[in-house]
């Protein structure tokens, strides 16, 4: 018997077909639809606040110039990105369904009749059984929440909040632009409108200055609010951004696969297990990336951290359970 068949046969964790010990977002897509169905990223042509000068200029420290759309091309329409996703995708897995993901920049973060005529675009192509709109819960204006909350009704909608931290000092060491209360007051709104709205929350660890027990502190305050997802990013350092220029000058430091993959253990254990977990660690363009080389071995980082949970017996909401 592999040792992975006998991982997953003694596997206490129950939203699992596998030996994974988190509540992986294939696992659930598989269990919704019924078959295999992706994200397929999109690039709306949007900007953000703390770039247009709104809130700030430059960006988030770590974000290249394409806003987290380094995987779209952006002189397609809507349309032609995700039918050109499509066929790539069914390549490898005929028949699959797809949610257009709202990936570059903030997806919110225009006027509601922009973002409209932008989501029922995406919505007409065939296959598109959802929307993913990832944004920040500062560019959620009423008649924007209003609108996702009709949209629920009609797809399958998650929005994504970037927080990366709930710690307000390391927000302005990234040049976030918002607070930790400005955060919760989106997140609250978005939730009251609609339960049918499902929402992420993304944090980055490794971020400056933070050590485990703040990154520890940001999935404990996370994990209060019984988020629907949570996606767990690692801190990479992406040519041509500020993060680059301080990582250089020696004033910024990587996590080790060992570092990071020890902080999900933690993290994951204080997570509910109802949450479905969207990712354990993040993609930068390969010829952007400056560090920590070891992230590109992504199937390493994953391993790495399913063997940690099988080795420690432990796994997603272990500790959370322990504290109900």
């Given at each position: 018997?592999?040792?992975?068949?006998?991982?997953?046969?003694?596997?206490?964790?129950?939203?699992?077909?596998?030996?994974?010990?988190y509540?992986?977002?294939?696992?659930?897509?598989?269990?919704?639809?019924?078959?295999?169905?992706?994200?397929?990223?999109?690039?709306?042509?949007?900007?953000?606040?703390?770039?247009?000068?709104?809130?700030?200029?430059g960006?988030?420290?770590?974000?290249?110039?394409?806003?987290?759309?380094?995987?779209?091309?952006?002189?397609?329409?809507?349309?032609?990105?995700?039918?050109?996703?499509?066929?790539?995708?069914?390549?490898?897995?005929?028949?699959?369904?797809?949610?257009?993901?709202?990936?570059?920049?903030?997806?919110?973060?225009?006027?509601?009749?922009?973002?409209?005529?932008?989501?029922?675009?995406?919505?007409?192509?065939?296959?598109?059984?959802?929307?993913?709109?990832?944004?920040?819960?500062?560019c959620?204006?009423?008649?924007?929440?209003?609108?996702?909350?009709e949209?629920?009704?009609?797809?399958?909608?998650?929005?994504?909040?970037?927080?990366?931290?709930?710690h307000?000092?390391?927000?302005?060491?990234?040049?976030?632009?918002?607070?930790?209360?400005?955060?919760?007051?989106?997140?609250?709104?978005?939730?009251?409108?609609?339960?049918?709205?499902?929402?992420?929350?993304?944090?980055?660890?490794?971020?400056?200055?933070e050590?485990?027990?703040?990154?520890?502190?940001?999935?404990?305050?996370v994990?209060?609010?019984?988020?629907?997802?949570?996606?767990?990013?690692l801190?990479?350092?992406?040519?041509?951004?500020?993060?680059?220029?301080?990582?250089?000058?020696?004033?910024?430091?990587?996590?080790?696969?060992?570092?990071?993959?020890?902080?999900?253990?933690?993290?994951?254990?204080?997570?509910?297990?109802?949450?479905?977990?969207?990712?354990?660690t993040?993609?930068?363009?390969?010829?952007?990336?400056?560090?920590?080389?070891?992230?590109?071995?992504k199937?390493?980082?994953?391993?790495?951290?399913?063997?940690?949970?099988?080795?420690?017996?432990?796994?997603?909401?272990?500790?959370?359970?322990?504290?109900?």
């Amino acid at each position: 018997m592999s040792g992975h068949s006998s991982q997953r046969d003694t596997n206490p964790f129950p939203y699992s077909d596998s030996n994974k010990r988190y509540y992986t977002y294939d696992y659930f897509l598989r269990q919704k639809f019924g078959q295999k169905c992706a994200k397929l990223p999109v690039d709306a042509g949007f900007t953000c606040p703390n770039r247009d000068g709104s809130r700030g200029f430059g960006g988030c420290i770590y974000c290249s110039e394409r806003g987290s759309g380094d995987f779209c091309n952006k002189n397609q329409t809507i349309t032609e990105q995700l039918e050109s996703s499509f066929k790539m995708m069914r390549q490898k897995w005929a028949g699959a369904l797809g949610i257009a993901y709202f990936q570059a920049f903030t997806n919110t973060y225009a006027p509601c009749d922009v973002l409209r005529s932008k989501y029922e675009e995406a919505l007409r192509v065939p296959d598109i059984v959802g929307l993913d709109i990832a944004t920040r819960a500062d560019c959620l204006e009423q008649s924007t929440v209003e609108y996702l909350a009709e949209l629920a009704e009609r797809t399958y909608l998650t929005v994504e909040l970037g927080l990366q931290t709930v710690h307000d000092r390391t927000a302005k060491i990234i040049n976030r632009g918002h607070t930790f209360a400005e955060f919760l007051d989106g997140y609250t709104r978005l939730r009251n409108a609609s339960p049918k709205i499902n929402i992420a929350v993304h944090l980055i660890n490794g971020l400056p200055n933070e050590d485990t027990g703040m990154m520890l502190e940001s999935a404990r305050k996370v994990a209060s609010l019984r988020p629907d997802m949570v996606k767990l990013h690692l801190l990479y350092i992406v040519e041509g951004t500020r993060l680059c220029e301080l990582y250089r000058a020696g004033e910024v430091d990587c996590l080790t696969l060992d570092e990071y993959t020890d902080i999900l253990v933690g993290q994951l254990e204080l997570l509910p297990p109802e949450t479905v977990i969207g990712r354990v660690t993040g993609d930068a363009p390969g010829d952007s990336l400056s560090a920590p080389l070891w992230s590109k071995k992504k199937l390493v980082v994953m391993n790495t951290l399913d063997q940690k949970l099988y080795e420690r017996n432990t796994w997603q909401g272990r500790l959370q359970q322990q504290r109900l």
